[in-house]
Every structure is written in C-alpha cells, then in structure tokens.
C-alpha cells in the first residue's frame, strides 16, 4: 500500500512506468468489485469526474462524499474517518486544506490515500502534466518548463516533478508570493540528482526565455477569495498572453491546469491559440489517474 500525497512521494521510475501505462489505454476490468471514496472539501469538474469515470472504466467504482456530510475533524475525528473507510472502501482520494490533515489521515489509514488537491500540492495534475509534456515531446529531461505566476498547489507539485524528472524549471511571480521554501529546497535537491536547474525571476520575460513550456495558474486558488481584489493587482503584469508567449521557445506548449480565468492569468482566447494543449492535458488526468488506481487498488 502506498499513500500519494506529494509528487515526491514518487520516484522517476515509478513515473516513468505511470506514463507508460497511461499511454497504453488499458481498460482491463483490474479493478472489479473494488470500491474508491471520493471525499472533497472543495469544488471540482476534472479530478471528481476523471476519477470516477476511470475507475469505472477499470470495472469498479466510486462514490463521492460532500464535506457536509461527512465533517472531517468537525463532525467525526480525522483518525476515526479514515479507520471506517478502510473497512468500506479500497482507496480514498482526499481533496482538502491543509496537507496536515491529508498527513494526519493518511497516517491512520489502512487503505491507500491520494492527494486530490490540497493547499499544498496537486500531485494528479503534475503527472497529467508530465504526460503531456512526453507526449508532445518525446522526451522530458533537458526541456524547460516556466511557471508564470502563485507559489501555490499546482506550482509546489510541478516544481517537485519538474526537479524529479529532470526539467529546468523557472518561475516568475511578485515579491511574497514565492513557492515555500521547503518545497524549493527539496527541489533543489531533487535537482541535484536529476542533473537540472531550478531558478527564480521577477520580471516573466525573464523565465520564460527559452522554455519549451510555458504554464500558469490562477492567481486566486479556492480558499483564498478574501484576497482576490489584492491579487489581481499584484499579478497585472504577471499575465500569459500571445507577445509573452512568443519570448518562449518556437511552438513552446502553453500550459493550464484549469480552471481558467480568462482575462486575468490569461489574455481572452488563449486557450485556444495553436500552441495551447490544455484539454489534452485535461484529458490526460483520466489516463495517468487510471494507471495510477491500477497500480494502487488491484488486489
Ligand atoms: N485541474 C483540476 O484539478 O480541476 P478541478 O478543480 O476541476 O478538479
Ligand atoms: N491553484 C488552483 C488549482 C485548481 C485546480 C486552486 O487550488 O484553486
């Protein structure tokens, strides 16, 4: 049994062969009669949806549970949740707050538990991620990836695989809106291993000089709408638009997790510029997340 909180908690070989699998588009019914929980503190259209369609197409199958019903830590102690769980349910994925609470349940779990998004990371989207890269590319260590915007989930776990696979990764935010310190040294000593540089910028002309990649996210995540007025104006120039694109390598991928705020992180119709892979990346949440639900529930 094995716990996916961080996209560290991988190693590359065990990536490498989650791209592989996910590549091959297996639907044999591995997972017949076994049952994954789907348990969200906050919204969701693609990690909800693609877990369930893809245990589903693996034989087994899922049910999703509201934070109102279940009232983690509020209505029953975070052990107890995850002890009456384990003997219901093969998996849990667990979308919430603090990765404390993640760390905590998982330690009293008798069945694998996913990070479905926390405060801190958003290890499923990376490895869709890092799928698409390989498909678009062929290859992963050597190419540049730069990040264009909040030191938040998305960019803590692409920081984390980037230095894991052996991607430069370079970042452009303001001042104060940094990736955590020990996410940034873990990946730099990550990155001492996988022979690659990770480094900082202010200015996104700066980072983005040179990337095969060019990826953001919103600058606003869930739980922190209080601060969205203040955020919209520390990031104006912190926006992915075509001329900035353009400063990127020739047909550099543009990348996004969604959801998108059009206007905001991004300039209106990025989404659809000939460079843009988003729904392929979408997309490939069901792929990697299907091999990964095999890898981890398969009796
Ligand atoms: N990218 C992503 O995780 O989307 P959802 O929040 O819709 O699941
Ligand atoms: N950083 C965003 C990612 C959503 C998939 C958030 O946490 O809201």
Redesign the pocket.
Known sequence: MKHILSIADLSPDEVWRLIAEAGKHNREEVLKGRVLALLFE???????V?FEVAMHQLGGWSLYLSPQEVGLGQREAIPDVARVLGRFVHGLVL?TFSQESLRFLAQHATIPVIN??SDEE?P??ALADLLTIYQKRGKLAGLTLAFIGDGNN?AHSLLLGCALMGLNFRMACPQGYEPQPLIVQRARALAAQSNCEVSFFLRPEEAVKGADVVYTDVWTS?GQEAEAEVRRHKFAHYQVNKELLSSATEAALFMH???AHHGEEIALGLLDHPQSVVFDQ?EN?LHVQRALLAELLAP
């Open positions: 906050k919204p969701s259209l693609r990690t909800r693609s979308r479905g998004l958003h499923c989207q998305v869930m997790p969604l959801p979408a949440r």
